[in-house]
């Protein structure tokens, strides 16, 4: 309820006590000179004054905690502001350190793949490399292998066909000519 509301059930009040005054005084009890307007406003006046000075303090008492509060409000969204925007600082940091990492570690992937692919490249090298070398010492052991077998098959057969001459008899001039070759060969001369 209202000022205004509090106002007009206290008048009907003061209406009320004065009628039940004016009929007592009527009967001829108590004697009061009640002029129902100057009573009336008389009593208003006091009525309005007693609110005015009452109601004054407890609307200003109202209105200091109402605003005392707005301002514990407004300080504690400031400092819920002040918080959100060091947080967001915060995190405005961490994703450009983050961002950084990132950036550092992309790099360093990239330089390790490229290190592994040359370390890849240079033993294929050195593979192909000893490959190559075991392929010619191969081929180099397979011709040696092949000539001696070529040449113990030469001193085979020369043996053969020098076993088979000697069972059939070498002629005068023809061992005469082999003895001064051999003398020759082995550097005596004839």
Do not use: C, P, W
């Not at 292998?145 to 066909?161: D, G, M, N, S």
């Amino acid at each position: 309820m209202g000022i205004m509301g509090t106002f007009l059930l206290l008048a009907a009040e003061a209406n009320a006590v004065h009628s039940e005054l004016a009929e007592g005084a009527a009967e001829g009890g108590f004697g009061l000179n009640i002029d129902i307007l100057e009573t009336n406003l008389i009593n208003l006046a006091i009525l309005i004054g007693i609110l005015f000075y009452f109601g004054r303090k407890v609307l200003s008492n109202i209105l200091n905690e109402r605003r005392a509060n707005i301002e514990t409000v407004i300080q504690e969204a400031e400092g819920r502001l002040k918080e959100a925007q060091t947080a967001l600082s915060q995190a405005q940091e961490q994703l450009t350190q983050a961002q950084a990492e990132a950036q550092r570690i992309r790099k360093a992937a990239e330089e390790n793949a490229q290190a592994a692919k040359e370390a890849t490249l240079v033993r294929a090298a050195q593979d192909v490399e000893r490959l190559k070398q075991t392929a010619v010492a191969d081929l180099n052991n397979e011709r040696e292998r092949a000539l001696t077998q070529l040449r113990q098959r030469v001193v085979a057969l020369a043996l053969q066909k020098a076993e088979s001459e000697l069972k059939g008899g070498i002629a005068d001039d023809a061992q005469q000519s082999l003895i001064d070759r051999s003398i020759a060969q082995l550097g005596g001369r004839v």
